[in-house]
């Protein structure tokens, strides 16, 4: 890659990545649509790293709690709420793990093309709308709500999709408010794209690599930045913007995409 292909793609994947706009579509087309070369794997793990170390700095201070909850019970039998929080996020994560594992190469090898990737933008565009439409004002899950929202990032697999799009459009059927919402789809992004990072970096030792350490490590920081100060304003201006801006951005991607498809 030249350093315009590594600075627009590592942008794209920090800004996408929690926006509910699907950060896997925006990675697939510029290859498709262009005469870009693939960024290849070794790529994908450096800039998925960087969005990681942006939402673990931005929710440090949850994570710390919840790290000294899970501490404190077996020392002090005190279950607080940063343990109810860590393990409504545990139950929510275990639906795309097992999922994933299962389906990854079948969704890599079917799934990762242009009229998927649109009709998924479109369909799901309309469920953010259609959930946005009536915010609750609950700010934390239900258990029972943790396992549906994890039920639901399992279509994440699916390009086009957007994991925080779809977990946060669960989290407003089920009551929850825009920040609620926002904030527990973020979180749930820990051990989601840890675990993706996991399996990434296992097939990257497999295949090896020949791509550039520096090339992965501005990756890496580009969309680390990009994609903290994303967080950071999306929650700070959900409340007051919505969902509709995403939904008519996502509509107008599908709308183009079929387009020149099939036009």
């Not at 399992?154 to 086009?160: E, I, R, T």
């Not at 930045?225 to 509509?251: D, K, N, Q, W």
Request: hydrophobic share 55%; glycine share 8%; net charge negative.
């Amino acid at each position: 890659m030249d350093w315009l292909q590594l600075i627009f793609l590592s942008l794209v994947q920090g800004l996408t990545e929690f926006l509910p706009i699907s950060s896997s579509a925006h990675l697939v087309l510029p290859a498709q649509l262009t005469d870009w070369p693939d960024q290849g794997l070794a790529f994908d793990v450096g800039v998925h790293f960087g969005t990681l170390l942006a939402v673990v700095a931005y929710f440090r201070s949850e994570l710390w709690g919840m790290a000294n909850g899970a501490l404190r019970y077996p020392l002090h039998r005190e279950y607080n709420a940063d343990l109810d929080l860590m393990l409504k996020l545990a139950l929510a994560t275990l639906p795309v793990v097992i999922v994933g594992f299962l389906a990854k190469d079948w969704v890599e090898t079917h799934l990762r093309t242009v009229p998927v990737i649109a009709c998924t933008t479109i369909l799901f565009a309309l469920a953010l709308w259609f959930a946005d439409r009536q915010p609750g004002n609950s700010e934390q899950p239900r258990w029972s709500d943790a396992g549906l929202i994890g039920l639901a990032q399992v279509l994440a697999l699916v390009p086009g999709t957007s994991r925080s799009g779809i977990t946060i459009t669960a989290a407003l059927l089920l009551g929850m408010s825009r920040t609620g919402a926002a904030r527990f789809s973020f979180l749930l992004a820990i051990p989601t794209i840890a675990g993706a990072q996991l399996l990434l970096t296992l097939d990257l030792v497999e295949a090896g690599t020949q791509q550039g350490i520096r090339d992965l490590l501005a990756g890496a920081v580009i969309a680390g930045i990009s994609a903290y100060l994303c967080i950071h304003y999306f929650i700070a201006l959900v409340e007051r913007t919505g969902m509709l801006p995403y939904v008519v951005y996502r509509l107008l991607l599908g709308g183009f995409l079929l387009l020149i498809y099939y036009g």
